[in-house]
């Protein structure tokens, strides 16, 4: 079998930038979530606990939603067809030549 038959690897960061595009929610709670985590705990450390407690019910919030997202993507992508692996010969005929098959 030649190595233009079979699929090429995937990097992780192709996979990131991939999974990031096509469910950008996720990233973006992700972050949401983080910010409100560091900013609960410098507030921990500097002594301010109101703020602090505020800080960890927003990222509680941050993650639930963050959850709600990651759940409502697999169900969105659970119903669509499998895409089909295309091997690098298949991939760059059809970049090379689109809408013929």
């Known amino acids: ?20 595009t096509d469910q950008p929610l996720v990233p973006i709670g992700s972050l949401i979530t983080l910010g409100f985590l560091t900013s609960g705990l ?5 002594g301010k606990a109101m703020r602090s407690q ?10 639930g939603v963050t959850v709600v997202a990651i759940l409502g ?3 969105a992508n659970g119903f669509k067809q499998e895409k ?4 690098t010969a298949e ?9 013929r098959k």
């Open 1 to 20: 079998m030649a190595s233009e038959d079979r699929p090429r690897a995937e990097s992780s960061w192709d996979k990131f930038v991939r999974k990031s």
């Open 42 to 46: 410098k507030s921990f450390v500097d």
């Open 54 to 63: 505020q800080m960890m019910r927003g990222r509680v919030l941050a993650q």
């Open 73 to 75: 993507y697999a169900a």
């Open 84 to 87: 089909k692996i295309l091997t």
């Open 91 to 99: 991939r760059d005929a059809a970049v090379l030549a689109p809408g």
